[in-house]
């Protein structure tokens, strides 16, 4: 079936304003998380989703940033009052839900903070 | 405090020749240890995992040694090739404190024609 999609591949908004940023997994995968990848870095944990349960949120930079899991499936990261430090990529992935299993990643959402 | 890092930054080989990339993990509980191959524009793609109760798992072209002794984790790729240029991350979890991956900072590969 399909891979984990993201929308928009590219936002382009100005310093102040919030941001949307979704998700859709894999059909059927439970487990879903999203990173932040700076220019040339390595991917930064930021909130994962498993389930029912109540989402680890520990990876969230500060207040500005919160998701959320609809039904189960689509998510949403949102990122209010940008900053100009919150330029990157952000990464969705998701995987049937145990701790060992294979996270698939989606193609990420270029975000630019004029 | 917990890292993953990678020795090299950018390594380049030959066309055909064996590539080896390397990691080093800090964390002594992590017990589950994966690599992602990452192109231009593109999410990270699953290439191969290992368990802690392994050395060494094989797949096509690929082979990804652990030495838990050091901490360390190497990722080998048979007769490279001009479409295995991208960026490598290693990534390890410590299962039994959560679900969460620990990414090192990523290593180019360029394979030379």
């Known amino acids: 079936g399909a891979g984990v999609s993201q929308s928009p591949s590219n936002k382009v908004t100005e310093k102040g304003k919030d941001v949307e940023l979704r998700c859709d997994p894999i059909s059927g995968h439970t487990a879903l998380y999203w990173y932040r990848q700076s220019l040339g870095q390595g991917l930064e944990f930021l909130i994962y989703?498993?389930?029912?349960?109540?989402?680890?949120k520990s990876g969230l930079p500060s207040d500005r940033f919160s998701a959320e899991r609809t039904g189960g499936s689509v998510s949403t990261l949102t990122i209010q009052r940008t900053q100009q430090e919150d330029s990157a990529v952000y990464l969705c992935?998701?995987?049937?839900?145990?701790?060992?299993?294979?996270?698939?990643f989606g193609p990420g959402t270029r975000l630019l903070v004029l | 405090g917990e890292s993953v890092g990678l020795h090299l930054p950018t390594l380049s080989v030959q066309e055909g020749d064996n590539s080896i990339i390397n990691c080093a993990y800090s964390n002594s509980a992590s017990d589950y240890f994966i690599w992602y191959k990452q192109e231009s524009g593109k999410g990270p793609q699953f290439i191969i995992d290992?368990?802690?109760?392994?050395d060494k798992r094989q797949g096509q072209r690929v082979t990804v040694l652990l030495n838990k002794t050091v901490k360390h984790l190497s990722l080998q790729i048979a007769a490279t090739q001009p479409g295995d240029s991208a960026v490598y991350f290693c990534a390890e979890m410590d299962t039994g404190a959560n679900s969460k991956l620990t990414f090192g900072k990523g290593i180019t590969l360029s394979v030379r024609p």
């Open positions: 992935a998701s995987s049937l839900g145990g701790a060992k299993e294979t996270q698939y």
């Open positions: 989703f498993q389930g029912n349960s109540a989402p680890d």
């Open positions: 290992i368990r802690s109760n392994m």
